[in-house]
């Protein structure tokens, strides 16, 4: 009789099998889901979790270069007027003795007096610089990167605003330098942000870190 009963009740599972199956179909087909889309929800709620955290990380970093840069270039502008003002045309001022002293000049050449034959074309690599670390920014995310070059992005244009505005005439102006240690070159705050940004991006390249954040080891 066990037998029989078994034998008898088996379309009747098949068919609510069947049927069971035949609802979950037709429940997807009215909802419009496909197959296996709950499993690619998630996979796709786990990756729109993640961007949304690598983006705030990036305008972070972004935010301190300009931080960085406007800081830099706020101190050299802020620098060389006070010295247009209180120092050019008088006697220097010494600050150590024989080894530093403020001593304002006019500089048309690169950092610390060279070149002063190609003023114009150090105005368009001080302008090709700010532009390519303006391009680089965005794919910034590394904080010590984020310095290194906001500290040359300030420097640029600090000594950049000089060749702009200042005498003799427009991308021919001479950069303002009165920062005077014995035996060395003049120079100003903007050429030290220069320096103090590429001495770091050296620092940074020797230790392997990218801009991006990454670590590679050669």
Not at 56 to 67: D, K, N, Q, S, Y
């Amino acid at each position: 009789m066990a037998e029989a009963e078994r034998i008898i009740g088996t379309p009747d599972s098949a068919g609510a099998d069947g049927t069971a199956a035949s609802d979950e179909s037709a429940a997807r087909e009215e909802t419009g889901a496909p197959d296996g889309a709950s499993d690619h929800d998630g996979a796709s709620d786990h990756d729109g979790a993640a961007a949304p955290q690598e983006r705030p990380r990036g305008r972070r970093r972004i935010v301190a270069l300009f931080v960085v840069a406007v800081l830099a270039y706020l101190l050299d502008l802020g620098s060389k007027m006070l010295v247009v003002a209180k120092l050019e045309g008088h006697e220097p001022i010494d600050l150590v003795g024989d080894l530093l002293r403020l001593d304002a000049i006019r500089n048309p050449g690169a950092a610390f007096g060279m070149g002063e034959a190609f003023t114009i074309i150090f105005t368009c690599i001080a302008a090709a610089v700010i532009v390519v670390i303006i391009r680089l920014a965005r794919k910034l995310y590394s904080l010590p990167w984020a310095i290194a070059l906001g500290l040359l992005l300030g420097g640029a244009l600090g000594n950049l605003t000089d060749r702009i505005f200042r005498a003799p005439g427009v991308f021919e102006g001479a950069v303002v330098d009165f920062i005077a240690p014995a035996h060395f070159a003049v120079f100003n705050l903007a050429d030290s942000a220069i320096v103090c940004g590429g001495i770091l991006i050296v620092i940074l390249s020797f230790r392997g870190l990218d801009p991006d954040g990454t670590v590679h080891k050669d």
